[in-house]
């Protein structure tokens, strides 16, 4: 609401909070600075929500913003100018599905990496996985895409992996990243990043839809991804979530059931210390 850009549409998708959320987007309703397209449903978690607010967004692009994120000060302004600058970089070897910026924690300091350049064209997959490069990141991506690549719905699961929709995104479409700080990150005390654990070992079908993309990924096979992501698929298998081999590339399968005994002795560790918290909390 600070910004200086109005022709931007807000989706909020309110997820039964008990707060005065909604008093307060009446009140910017009142403003009509920007136009708000608000929901509420009844703490459904945050794969739903996310779900709920891309399927009703209507701009050209959209930006996921979780509700302990705010912008930095002429971010849109930045971010409007760069998506002119995207536009200029489409071609047949670069179909851009977007731009992806930098983060800042609250302290002012760039969150992980910045980019090898400041004209950096790459996909969000290969972004983390072969460049390494860390650290939150702002997508800002074509509506339209994400709503032909947007994840399953699993019914009360709370615990989405966005990197699911990132690495989907990534099978088909590159990104121009820059160096562009335009959001802080802050990590609220018992927010969710505290309670990560617990929230993914009951949402176990949206952490196998997760290592699904990543372990089928499809414009080169990288062993040790395969590995990694094939242990932590079994982990949450025994956590009770639905596998459906089928959905394998047939060729990555001998390195996914190698995963598997590693993918249990995961399991059992992460089991014993939500007990041992659980009964710490008692």
Known sequence: MSQNVSDIELVIVNDGSTDETEELVKKWFDQKKVNINYHFQNNEGRGSALRKAILNAEGEYSIIMDDDDYFVEGALETIKKALIECENYNSPNHNLAGICCLCLGENGDVLGEKFSDQNYVSN????????????????????????????????????????????????????????????????????MSDTLLELKAISPNYQIEDCIITINYPRQFNLSITFIYSTILWKYWFFGGILSLSRINIGRLPCVFLGLPLGLIFFLKDWFKIKSLESYDK
């Open 124 to 191: 969000l997959f290969n972004m983390r996985f072969v460049d390494k490069i860390m650290g939150d990141k702002k997508e800002i991506v074509k509506t339209e895409i994400l709503n032909e690549y947007i994840f399953p719905y699993f019914e009360n699961e709370k615990r989405l992996v966005t990197s699911t929709l990132w690495n989907r995104i990534s099978y088909d479409y590159d990104c121009l990243f820059l160096n562009h700080p335009v959001a802080v990150k802050r990590y609220i005390k018992g927010g």
